[in-house]
């Protein structure tokens, strides 16, 4: 059973707009949380994360909110580019043994110009 | 070089075959990673070194052993394959308490 999840597999938005790339988890011993970014033929490339001990944290046009209550985070990019189209992933890990990552499935992000 | 670096870029290889997966970073990190990414499914997890010491192995099939000689070096030794176990494998490297790990850009196998 997944412990974090990517609900949507695809996302399409135009340039210039906000994309909202959504993660579930279900583990509630997870209190950090990643987002990566993955291009065809390379590795993913860490992006943002967030503690939880903090609902929002910001860099740039990527902002990640933290909904420790729902068990839910999303990343938000504004204003989206049709460089930002690649593979995104979400991951989690607890505090003790930080170094397991636990990733999500992915969502790809097309933006269209 | 910079970050990490994985060779071959790709491996096509028989069943009956022995290859290595090679791993190398560049960033002074002490702790480094094997995942699987096979299609459509999340990355999976398969070791973990800290120190060279290999702190967790997540019920990997033998087929699959780890070396880690140096913090630098990650090596993924293979043998007697299967057509399933064809996917990207990605190396990774963090410096713990940093949990931001950094990915090289996979090796990807196709197991015949």
């Known amino acids: 059973d997944q412990q974090v999840k990517q609900n949507s597999p695809s996302l399409s938005v135009q340039e210039g707009r906000i994309s909202i790339l959504n993660c579930d988890y279900t583990n509630s011993m997870f209190d950090y949380f990643l987002w990566y970014k993955k291009y065809p033929a390379e590795g993913p490339t860490f992006l943002i994360s967030?503690?939880?001990?903090?609902d929002k944290n910001e860099d740039g046009r990527f902002t990640v909110f933290l909904n420790k209550s729902a068990k839910h985070l999303s990343l938000h990019i504004v204003p989206s580019q049709p460089g930002d189209s690649a593979v995104y992933f979400c991951?989690?890990?607890?505090?003790?043994?930080?170094?397991?990552?636990?990733f999500g499935s992915g969502t790809r992000l097309q933006v269209q110009p | 070089e910079t970050g990490v670096t994985q060779t071959p870029r790709h491996l096509v290889m028989g069943m009956t075959n022995k290859k290595s997966l090679k791993c190398e970073q560049h960033?002074?990190?002490?702790?480094m990673y094997w995942y699987k990414q096979s299609a459509k499914k999340p990355l999976e997890l398969m070791f973990v070194?800290?120190?060279?010491?290999?702190?967790e192995n997540n019920s990997v099939p033998s087929r699959f052993s780890p070396e880690c000689p140096n913090s630098s070096h990650l090596f993924l030794h293979l043998h007697t394959l299967q057509p399933e176990d064809s996917a990207l494998y990605l190396c990774?490297?963090?410096?713990?308490?940093?949990?931001?790990?950094?990915f090289g850009p996979g090796t990807r196998l196709t197991v015949l």
């Open positions: 991951a989690a890990s607890p505090d003790t043994g930080r170094r397991a990552l636990t």
């Open positions: 070194y800290s120190l060279e010491e290999r702190v």
């Open positions: 967030i503690s939880s001990i903090k």
């Open positions: 960033l002074g990190h002490n702790a």
């Open positions: 990774a490297s963090s410096h713990p308490p940093d949990n931001e790990q950094f």
